[in-house]
């Protein structure tokens, strides 16, 4: 083995460290084979070196357990030097849903060349969505407040206290306050920010002391020739969400005239 290869082994083995005793106990050390592939579909050495060259470089200093999991990501609920909270997701880098993803991506200007970046679509992705959140956060929009990204890892503000979230919106009783404070800033979003979020619904909503809007790697900029169809299915998951739940609702019409504006082209009914 020569020094190069040494000093990443010796890199690895420190990173595999920073995951939590728990995680390792539950996900690594366990006998059975779901588990640890899991462990290794997450935790392989890249993702590994990442992990430790943010530790190296003060982004957070250890993970605790898991907060959220999907086919796509994991979402752990990291401390940072300070022993603040932070939200470390990893986006999987075996994941084939990534390629349903696309759409999101091609026709966005922000992302001009990713077409033939196939094999980087991971990474596109987790800087797409730390540039979506930046965006918002900057424009007024409550999201977790993006820290860094690093190849297939995102580092946020931890929504919640102790590694514990706020319940979503489908989790809770709703009020036509919730749905105003939506509305509005569905409208920030398009306004401000120059983003439709893609992919808005009651689950990628925190209800908390305040509402605040998560998962923004499906975000496209305003200049996406599918961006008024992304606003219309937004749109519609609101209102069919507040309606089932009996709180008065803003006809779509109504809505999308109400942010696209009456200067910007005129959208179709049609929902994607």
Do not use: C
């Not at 106990?25 to 592939?37: A, H, I, M, V």
């Not at 990713?114 to 094999?119: E, I, V």
């Not at 690093?150 to 009020?175: A, C, D, H, M, Y």
């Amino acid at each position: 083995m020569n020094s190069e290869e040494e000093t990443g082994e010796i890199a690895t083995r420190k990173a595999l460290r920073q995951v939590s005793k728990h995680e390792k106990e539950d996900r690594f050390l366990t006998k059975r084979s779901e588990d640890f592939q899991v462990f290794e579909e997450v935790f392989d050495k890249p993702t590994l070196m990442v992990l430790y060259s943010m530790t190296k470089s003060g982004i957070f200093a250890h993970l605790n357990g898991v907060v959220g999991a999907g086919k796509e990501s994991r979402v752990y609920w990291g401390i940072n030097n300070e022993g603040k909270d932070v939200a470390v997701k990893i986006y999987l880098m075996v994941s084939v849903d990534f390629k349903k993803r696309m759409p999101y991506i091609v026709g966005d200007p922000r992302f001009r060349t990713a077409k033939g970046w196939s094999h980087r679509l991971v990474e596109i992705w987790a800087q797409k969505e730390f540039k979506n959140l930046k965006a918002a956060f900057e424009s007024g929009v409550r999201v977790p407040k993006p820290i860094a990204v690093r190849r297939n890892v995102l580092v946020t503000e931890f929504i919640g206290e102790k590694g514990k979230t706020p319940p979503l919106l489908s989790e809770t009783t709703v009020t036509k306050s919730d749905y105003k404070k939506i509305i509005a800033m569905v409208k920030k979003l398009y306004r401000k920010a120059k983003l439709v979020h893609a992919d808005l619904s009651e689950f990628n909503v925190f209800k908390g002391r305040e509402l605040v809007i998560f998962d923004m790697g499906s975000s496209v900029d305003v200049r996406h020739p599918l961006n008024q169809q992304f606003l219309i299915r937004d749109l519609t998951n609101v209102n069919r969400f507040f309606s089932k739940n009996k709180i008065p609702i803003v006809p779509l019409d109504e809505l999308v005239r109400e942010i696209v504006g009456d200067e910007l082209s005129p959208v179709s009914s049609s929902v994607i």
